[in-house]
């Protein structure tokens, strides 16, 4: 792991210890959201899940209804009965913000023309088939769910983007971030504390050898005055 | 207000025509790649489903615009039947966020 290299003083050391303060309160911190959005986040892919198992399903169905009645039917009729819907749907979308992620909302609504709701279908019924209307029926069943679906997968997509990114976050901060204020702490430590052993042993051994000296200049006097 | 989108093969879009989703009818995957930078680029479309066998080979337009909250691409299946592309997006999606495959573990 690469040291930050720092300039062994208090001052630095009080830098450091402040960083990895902050550091370990936004891990813990971006901790707490990451197990958040992986809940939210459980709970929208396995809704997701159940719909989607659903609505294939269900047009599986459709599309086998739909293929004996566009075989019976001459193609150019089939798409000029289709092709002026009956209903006109309205989709509208609202932003709601999941853990600070801003997602999609759909909420789709039909507004029906009064002389359409009149009719049940958008085509006459006369010149096309039976099974047209049932698999069409069948179709405009799970509008709703396609597109709670893609509302559903659009929130799992955001929402997985948010998670990767935060655990990127936590991991950098727990094994790179943290260690590294940790041991550059311990190193400034260790520098500052074998500096005041070397002064305390420089301060004994001063204090030695001034006792020495005294020691010497006694003894001369002595030897001076017995002379 | 919005419109919804669906792109794909004649077969498997024309019954959503009834429904008063905007049909787009693509045979082939570069037609669909450009189709769906279009869409998206219109700005009018909130939600555009794309049939599986499109979706396939449109994945390096559909991942540029994953990240992004509107639109909503979503894959169906389309009328040849399921193939699990759908599903395997979902998987996808959880191993991104989880790491590991945690949904579908049991199911294989």
Redesign the interface.
Known sequence: MAEIRVNPTRMEMKKLQSRYTTARRGHKLLKDKRDELMKQFLEVVREDKALRERVEKALELYYKGFSVASASANPKMLEESLICPKKEGKLEVTYKNMMSVTVPEFSYSEAESEEAAAQSFNYGLAFTSGDLDVSLRELGGILEDLVRMAELEKQAQLLAEEIEKTRRRVNALEYIMMPQYLAAIKTIKMKLDENERGNTTRLMKVKDMMLEEQRRAGKEVQEEEEE | ????GIIGDR??V????????AVHEIQNGEDAGKKISELVKSGEY??I?ITEDLALVTEEERAKY??M??P?I?V??S?K??RGY??A??KS??E????ADI?FKDSE
């Open positions: 207000m919005y419109k919804i077969d498997s024309l019954g959503f025509m009834a429904l008063g989703f909130a939600v489903f994953k990240d909250p509107l909503a979503t169906i299946p009328s039947g399921s759908g599903m997006n979902i999606a959880v991104r966020a989880v790491g949904l």
